[in-house]
């Protein structure tokens, strides 16, 4: 008799483990997970982009608010008048500032008075403006040109509030353009005086008087007026031409190659 034979029992294999994603098909290799795709990268390269330009608009405005609040005090101190600022935008306004290299300022008073004048409005446009602290100067100044634009009326107050002893006698300023004259009228008497540029200087040359004051005594009394204008106005800047209209006085000044005071010089420029 054989001896028994066992039979060996196998105990069974465990189940797969579960898959959580589709089941690869016959020879079908699995996919491996890439930490970014294309699509994913394109996205974070727009994030970037559109932060940087942020930030740089961001940089440009507040730089553009710094220089104009500053720029506004110093000229509101210089004309004694309010202003309105602009600047150029090539190169960008922040280079400029960063820089302290603005290529382009304009300046336009709001036509109260211009220091000692009212009535008076300036409109000015400064190029090559360097902020470079030089020992005895802030900076530079390439260009600046004005166009100083002189009401009747101002004129008028103008004479009045600066000659207390002849002005007070003017009732009315008119013009004549065609002659190129402003006269001065106090009642039945009147002054006839034609506006010219004399070595840079912007004065008032009597032509005529009616009435009972002598001729050099007026013209004396208006060089003075004059004088305190011309004396008054700061970087260098001088009359280069004057012209009579119907609404009053028009005078083009300029200025090259300026030096930006320090503040012990004129106070008006201690904020650059």
């Not at 483990?17 to 994913?40: D, I, V, Y």
């Not at 010219?196 to 009435?211: K, M, S």
């Not at 060089?223 to 970087?235: A, E, F, I, R, S």
């Amino acid at each position: 008799m054989k001896p028994t034979q066992q039979i060996e029992r196998r105990e069974p294999l465990p189940p797969p483990p579960p898959s959580f994603g589709p089941t690869p098909g016959a020879g079908e290799k699995p996919r491996r997970r890439h930490g970014f795709n294309k699509t994913s990268i394109v996205l974070i390269a727009v994030i970037v982009v559109a932060l940087l330009v942020g930030g740089l608009a961001a940089g440009e405005l507040y730089a553009r608010q710094r220089a104009d609040n500053i720029l506004t005090e110093v000229a509101e101190c210089v004309t004694e008048d309010g202003v309105k600022i602009s600047f150029g935008v090539n190169p960008p306004f922040l280079w400029q500032h960063i820089t302290g290299h603005y290529t382009n300022i304009s300046v336009t008073t709001d036509g109260n008075r211009v220091q000692s004048a009212d009535g008076m409005t300036a409109e000015v446009t400064l190029a090559d403006v360097r902020l470079q602290d030089t020992g005895d100067a802030k900076g530079t100044i390439g260009s600046l040109d004005a166009t100083l634009s002189w009401k009747s009326a101002g004129i008028k107050d103008t004479v009045a509030a600066n000659l207390p002893g002849v002005g007070n006698l003017v009732t009315g300023v008119r013009t004549d353009p065609a002659a190129g004259t402003v006269i001065l009228e106090a009642g039945d008497n009147s002054v006839s005086a034609k506006p010219v540029v004399t070595d840079g200087d912007l004065n008032l040359q009597v032509l005529d008087v009616t009435g009972p004051l002598p001729k050099d005594a007026v013209q004396t009394a208006l060089n003075d007026l004059t004088k305190k204008l011309n004396d008054n106005y700061p970087l260098g800047i001088h009359a280069d031409s004057v012209e009579v209209t119907d609404s009053g006085v028009v005078g083009t000044f300029s200025s090259r190659d300026a030096a930006i005071p320090k503040e012990d010089a004129n106070p008006c420029f201690a904020r650059l």
